[in-house]
């Protein structure tokens, strides 16, 4: 890879930075040139408060000169912001000179993803900012994964911050979140103007069940949902006709939601899930939103054979934009969030951490 940008002509400037950045983040935790290159970061537990509202989180700060700030904001994942994919991906930040904080949110690391992290986004963005030694020149943006992508959207509009976002790196997001309910239950998606179909990625609807128990009103259903979530994440196989038997009306919706595999049937179980969760549906969604309020640019990343949320969501989530709001960056090898790109697809990686490095400098 190195050796095709050099041909490229992109040495010495900020593409061959980007592309030890790349090879930084594809080896994780592993050695890299860019390790070898630059100063180690320096990580700090912080503890701060926004109106009265507590947070803890991990600030990362190169060891050289920063350039911008950044807002990573983990995805649902009981590590939460100690991942240690989402600690290596830090550190690759910082060490391209990003001022980098990992708030800690309970609710992803429950694997709960709900409104309520909207504003959970703004308060830490808004903390972020408000220091003006971690934000050079004003210049800051979030970057976020998979279905934490929505809830970063919908902060970056927020009027409170909506000005000071200058961009939005989302990697694996969605725009229309039905669509993308329909597509981890049946493995069907919109691609153009007819119906494509992947094998979904169970995780993700028993991340949407474990999501959403806690808001039926029976103890008995949210008990019973709870147990096939955390029985189904850790074996696909596992038997739930014991506790399907004590599911109630409500329970038994969201179980009929989630084991449908009929493209057809989706929009009517979806109307039958109870009102609580299709409001919270409704107001994650950001094909139902004015994005007009984004005033952010985009720097949009998605794997082609991405078995979570369909890459056709990012392409949609661009096209939704004023032309040039967003820059969209399509790979296989990508599969959701883990970086194996074949060589076409790192060129255009690449690219999108170029684009990355020039939101660092203000361009």
């Known amino acids: 890879m190195l050796g095709l940008l050099l041909l490229a002509g992109c040495s010495p400037g900020r593409g061959y930075e980007a592309a030890l950045v790349l090879a930084d983040m594809a080896a994780g935790e592993k050695p890299s040139l860019l390790k070898r290159t630059t100063p180690e970061p320096r990580v700090t537990p912080v503890a701060f408060a926004v109106d009265g509202r507590g ?91 998979s279905y934490a992508a929505g809830p970063v959207l919908l902060a970056a509009m927020d009027p409170t911050i909506r000005h000071r976002v200058k961009f939005v790196h989302a990697v694996g997001g969605y725009y229309d979140l039905p669509a993308v309910l329909g597509f981890f239950t049946t493995g069907y998606f919109r691609e153009a103007e007819r119906w494509g179909y992947r094998e979904p990625n169970a995780y993700g609807k028993w991340v949407f069940v474990l999501s959403n128990a806690g808001r039926l009103s029976e103890r008995a259903d949210r008990e019973a949902l709870e147990e096939m979530a955390w029985r189904r994440m850790e074996d696909l196989g596992a038997e739930l006709s014991d506790l399907e038997a004590m599911l109630g009306s409500e329970g038994q919706a969201v179980y009929a939601f989630v084991a449908n595999g009929q493209q057809d049937r989706v929009a009517s179980l979806f109307q039958g899930l109870p009102a609580g969760i299709r409001n919270d549906i409704e107001a994650l969604d950001l094909s139902g939103k004015d994005l007009s309020h984004l005033s952010a640019r985009l720097i949009l990343v998605h794997g082609t054979d991405d078995d979570i949320i369909p890459y056709t969501e990012s392409v949609a989530l661009a096209g939704a934009l004023p032309q040039g709001q967003a820059r969209l960056f399509l790979a296989d090898g990508l599969a959701h969030v883990t970086l194996r790109p074949g060589l076409f697809s790192r060129w255009r990686l690449w690219r999108a951490v170029d684009a990355l490095l020039g939101e660092r400098e203000g361009e």
């Open 55 to 145: 947070y803890r989180g991990d600030l990362y700060r190169p060891g050289e000169q920063a350039l911008a700030g950044m807002l990573l904001v983990p995805g649902a994942a009981e590590k939460g912001k100690d991942d240690p994919r989402l600690v290596a991906y830090a550190r690759t930040l910082a060490r391209a000179r990003f001022n980098v904080l990992v708030p800690d949110l309970e609710s992803l690391r429950a694997l709960r993803v709900g409104p309520g992290n909207v504003g959970e986004v703004v308060d830490a963005f808004s903390w972020l900012v408000d220091r003006a030694g971690l934000v050079p020149g004003g210049r800051a943006g979030i970057t976020a994964f």
